[in-house]
C-alpha cells in the first residue's frame, strides 16, 4: 500500500489495520519459537548421536584390548599345554626305556 492510500484511511481503519499486524506478529514469533525449539531438539538428538558415535568407539577399543588379551591368554595357554605335551611324551618315553632296561 502506497503512502497516498494510507493517508485516505481513517483513524479506525488504521488501527484495524495495526492491530492485524500485531497479531500476525504474534503468530509469527510463536511459530519461531517453535521452530526454534524444534531446531534445538534436533540438535540434541545429533550432540546425543555424536556421544553414542563416540560411546561405541570407545567401546570397540575397550573390545579390542580385551579381545588382544584373550588371545594372549589362550597362546599362553596353549604354549604351556604343548610344554606339558612334550614332558610327558618325554617321561613316558624315559620310563619305557627304563621298563625295558629293567631299571627301577
Not at 517453535?34 to 558415535?53: F, P
Request: avoid cysteine; proline fraction near 0%.
Amino acid at each position: 500500500m502506497t503512502d497516498k492510500e494510507l493517508k485516505k484511511l481513517s483513524r479506525a481503519e488504521l488501527l484495524e489495520m495495526l492491530i492485524e499486524q500485531t497479531e500476525r506478529n504474534e503468530e509469527l514469533q510463536a511459530e519461531n519459537d517453535r521452530l526454534k525449539e524444534k531446531l534445538n531438539d534436533r540438535t540434541l538428538v545429533m550432540d546425543q548421536a555424536g556421544s553414542i558415535a563416540e560411546a561405541a568407539l570407545r567401546l570397540n577399543g575397550v573390545f579390542e584390548a580385551a579381545e588382544k588379551a584373550a588371545n594372549q591368554y589362550l597362546e599362553s595357554v596353549r604354549s604351556m599345554t604343548e610344554r606339558y605335551a612334550e614332558r610327558q611324551a618325554f617321561l613316558d618315553k624315559m620310563t619305557a626305556e627304563e621298563e625295558r632296561s629293567g631299571v627301577k
